[in-house]
């Protein structure tokens, strides 16, 4: 997804009680043709956690029949995109030539590196009944000596996803590794991603990491004396043995890793060279970007 909401952020001022605490972020919608996304990184506080610089909640929105997504092809280099979905379906194709539908609990990880375009629309059979969407897409920066590697496309299903309960809490790593567990998804760095359940009352001690936030899908948490409400995030500091606990039913997704350099951004296209940037602009204006196979009629333009 690309041209998604600013993100407004309120600090933590009150840095005795507010202990690992480093920022509260919160959202803005911004509906697009009928389903609302919620951009919460970048912020202009704070541009990256870990190697994560995009994190965007699609939905959760309700579709009647013959609507729903309709995303056209468009480029991305210097990252990989990570989705994930709560509910719903997306039909993904690219310019190396993949075609998979992603459903609830499957990762797809779009490498784009060097350069790679894609698409993400429906099956004409999701379309065609009234239909939910929910899920989570990130994009996460690629480290400098790998940010022109050759585009590349991986599908791990459900059950590849290793799932661990913690202290009675049902967790599922998806990236790096934690809680005595790795997950098979290629990482490029160190990298961490996970999601939990929690129900009221119940507490969890988060894994260490360099870089680290929380980011509530549903219900609410408490991180020390702050209160992170739905759709929000709370990016902490490297304390070690932070502890969170659920104020109602409550999913999660934590992200981290370690701390990148500086990185540029542009509509699609992420590098830490500006001229890379100009150059992957260019190319789209041209159109020497490989086409999506099976999808090669349609495209987004380069925003003014």
Not at 76 to 90: D, K, Q, R, W
Not at 125 to 133: G, M, R
Not at 241 to 250: K, Q
């Given at each position: ?159 590849d996803i290793p799932g661990v309960e913690v202290d009675g809490v049902p967790v599922r790593v998806m990236m790096g590794s934690a809680y005595g567990v790795t997950s098979p998804v ?119």
């Amino acid at each position: 997804m690309s041209n998604l909401a600013a993100t407004a952020e309120l600090e933590c001022q009150a840095t005795e009680e507010c202990g690992a605490v480093e920022l509260l972020l919160q959202p803005k919608d911004r509906d697009l043709g009928g389903f609302s996304v919620r951009r919460v990184l970048p912020t202009a506080r704070r541009k990256m956690v870990g190697p994560w610089i995009f994190f965007d909640h699609m939905g959760p929105a309700r579709f009647a029949a013959g609507t729903g997504i309709n995303v056209r092809p468009h480029p991305h280099i210097g990252i990989a995109t990570v989705t994930y979905l709560f509910e719903g379906e997306i039909l993904h194709r690219d310019s190396v030539g993949s075609l998979q539908p992603i459903t609830p609990g499957d990762i797809n990880l779009m490498v784009a590196g060097s350069g790679i375009v894609h698409s993400e629309r429906e099956r004409p059979e999701i379309t065609a009944t009234d239909h939910v969407l929910d899920g989570l897409q990130l994009w996460m920066a690629l480290p400098e000596d790998q940010e022109e590697t050759d585009p590349a496309f991986h599908h791990y299903p459900d059950a590849d996803i290793p799932g661990v309960e913690v202290d009675g809490v049902p967790v599922r790593v998806m990236m790096g590794s934690a809680y005595g567990v790795t997950s098979p998804v290629k990482v490029f760095a160190e990298t961490l991603y996970l999601e939990a359940w929690l129900q009221p009352g119940q507490r969890l001690t988060l894994p260490d990491a360099e870089e680290r936030a929380v980011y509530v899908a549903r219900g609410s948490v408490q991180a020390r004396d702050v209160t992170v409400p739905q759709y929000s995030m709370v990016v902490l500091n490297d304390e070690k043995g932070v502890v969170i606990e659920a104020r109602e039913e409550t999913r999660i997704a934590l992200i981290g890793g370690e701390r990148f350099n500086k990185r540029f951004i542009e509509w699609n296209f992420v590098s830490s060279r500006r001229e890379r940037i100009e150059q992957a602009k260019d190319d789209w204006r041209q159109g020497r970007f490989a086409k999506v196979t099976g999808d090669e009629e349609e495209f987004i333009p380069l925003p003014d």
